[in-house]
């Protein structure tokens, strides 16, 4: 599916599933995965640690999941939608949390509630793990210099700009670190990932 050819772009761009920054999880950990899609990222990161380990797969579908039959032991998923309240068997439970592209999502510009909801989860000292497309970053690259790319040009600046009483669709990606600072998180840093060229089609590929 889409989203697991997403997931193995995403990896080999980054390089991790887990930020190296995050110390490696204890035995005893709990991760959740939320907005988890298909799982494969959670899968995955269950495969390179202890199976004590908890994983707890979060969406407001869970249909595209594996059978709970065909999960790791250790994992289970379940539906919640992130913008509705925490449920109380799950606030404080986490020492890790993940999260990928919720641009689609994020209402308003305004990604509050978001990180609301994610910092409920996580337990005292935890670590938020949070990737997203830099969308205001991208570029047009081309092998022959002779291809004009103007036209290109122009639809990539429009789709990154303003419209109407829009500020912008990237806002509140290139904002995230400081509401995070400001809304419960501390030391919350922004890392930047640019594609290699030799990826740079398999990311365009349709």
């Given amino acids: 599916s889409r989203l697991n050819y997403q997931f193995f772009l995403w990896r080999e761009t980054l390089g991790f599933n887990l930020h190296p920054d995050i110390p490696a999880p204890k035995p005893d950990a709990r991760i959740a995965d939320v907005a988890t899609g298909t799982g494969i990222w959670l899968i995955d990161v269950a495969r390179s640690l202890p199976n004590t380990v908890q994983f707890q797969g979060l969406d407001i579908d869970i249909s595209q999941c594996p059978p709970k039959q065909w ?13 509705q309240e925490v449920p109380k068997d799950l606030v404080g439970q986490f020492d890790i949390v993940h999260v990928r592209l919720l641009g689609l999502v994020i209402k308003d510009n305004n990604s509050l509630p978001a990180i609301a909801s994610l910092h409920k989860l996580l337990k005292p000292g935890g670590y938020l793990q949070w990737d997203e497309m830099a969308d205001a970053s991208s570029y047009v690259a081309s092998v022959d210099s002779t291809i004009k790319t103007d036209g290109v040009e122009a639809l990539r600046k429009y789709m990154n700009s303003p419209k109407g009483n829009e500020k912008g669709l990237d806002n509140w990606r ?33």
């Fill in 71 to 83: 999960l790791p032991s250790n994992m289970k998923t379940r539906a919640w939608d992130m913008f």
């Fill in 174 to 206: 290139s904002g995230l670190p400081d509401n995070l600072n400001q809304n419960g998180f501390v030391k919350a840093k922004l890392h930047t990932y640019k594609p290699e060229l030799s990826l740079a089609k398999f990311w365009n590929d349709k």
